[in-house]
């Protein structure tokens, strides 16, 4: 707990819960809350079986502020079990030392963080560890929030959800709950940041349609507007290439695309003959398999990897020091800055324009 005595983490625990009920009682929802209104008004099951087995389970664990906060205040964590249509939850319950960093954050925030961590469905270490690397989980109780599984390694039987390592792995197991420990939060915490920024790693639910068994299905990426858009702003090379290879990535990819997609268009490509075996990897390294704009690539942490079209060639966020009156940090991928950011921008797709030709992968 750092320099902080017991005393003085309970009584931040005991004003995080008190704020909450608060702020729910005193506000309404917040526009991002995805949490299903009941049809009789929720009371505090101070008492609940599920909300009291659970809380052992964190207590041994030494989950301290997460086990206060769910036997005090459960519906921060249980309010999806108020609804029939979604009775199973998740919890990613974040260690204390985490939590302690966000003591200076408005309650509102916190209560939002932690509906960041839950999600609306029962996922046992068993089930992640069956899900590919990549897989953008269910939305969570935060409306238009999605977490990824962005490590798995089934050997060790280990994984990360949004970089972050799951430490304690099935801390608690029950029909319609499951809580993994996890060591820090799912979002940056940045100084005076009052909101949680979408995922970086998952585009936002609003491109995706999700089937009835949670299965996110393909968006419509409208191709021809894009070419279009290239085409008549300076990028006539790179529109051509994509048209070359675009009946290749629809056949390739179409069922790979739920969240839209990033174009990264340079104004010129390489010398490359029309018939050459490379034009195809070349535009696959150039578009990533999501939508992301400049400010959610910007809030991605240094050397994130970004998924291309390519399932072997990712490309890497890395941030330089520039050397100017305001001490600049100036964000890369791959080495290759974007000059023009979020040029063009549809529900399932958004365009940048890159100084230059990202590396050409070898054949």
């Not at 999806?80 to 260690?95: G, M």
């Not at 949680?196 to 995706?208: A, E, F, G, V, Y």
């Not at 150039?286 to 942490?301: D, G, V, W, Y």
Request: one cysteine or more.
């Amino acid at each position: 707990m750092g320099c902080c005595s017991l005393d003085c983490f309970v009584y931040f625990v005991l004003s995080i819960a008190l704020a909450f009920m608060a702020v729910s009682t005193t506000l309404p929802s917040p526009p991002d809350s995805n949490i299903t209104k009941p049809n009789r008004p929720i009371t505090h099951h101070h008492h609940h079986p599920l909300s009291l087995n659970a809380s052992k389970a964190l207590h041994q664990s030494n989950f301290k502020a997460i086990t206060t906060l769910l036997h005090i205040y459960p519906e921060i964590f249980l309010s999806s079990f108020s609804s029939s249509s979604s009775p199973k939850t998740t919890l990613f319950a974040i260690d204390d030392s985490s939590l302690l960093n966000t003591s200076s954050l408005p309650p509102l925030f916190l209560k939002q963080l932690l509906q960041y961590h839950t999600l609306p469905q029962r996922l046992s270490m068993k089930d992640l560890l069956e899900k590919p690397q990549g897989t953008c989980l269910l939305p969570t109780l935060l409306r238009h929030h999605s977490v990824q599984i962005s490590t798995v390694d089934k050997e060790s039987r280990t994984a990360e959800v949004n970089h972050v390592m799951i430490s304690h792995p099935d801390m608690f197991l029950g029909d319609s709950l499951v809580i993994h420990g996890v060591l820090g939060t799912f979002s940056p915490l940045q100084p005076h940041m009052d909101h949680i920024p979408h995922s970086s790693l998952c585009q936002s639910d609003t491109n995706k349609t999700v089937t009835e068994e949670g299965e996110a299905v393909p968006v419509k990426i409208d191709w021809t507007r894009i070419i279009q858009l290239l085409s008549s702003n300076g990028y006539v090379p790179f529109a051509i290439v994509l048209h070359s290879v675009l009946n290749m990535i629809i056949a390739d990819q179409h069922k790979n695309l739920t969240g839209g997609v990033t174009i990264l268009a340079t104004p010129s490509l390489v010398s490359l003959s029309s018939v050459s075996p490379l034009l195809y990897e070349v535009m696959r390294r150039h578009i990533l398999a999501q939508r992301l704009t400049n400010k959610e690539l910007a809030s991605m942490p240094d050397k994130a990897l970004l998924k291309t079209l390519d399932p072997y060639q990712d490309l890497i966020i890395t941030r330089r020091s520039v050397v100017n009156s305001s001490s600049q940090c100036l964000m890369m991928i791959s080495g290759v800055e974007i000059v023009a950011p979020d040029m063009f921008s549809s529900s399932n797709f958004v365009i940048h324009g890159i100084s230059h030709t990202l590396d050409i992968p070898r054949a």
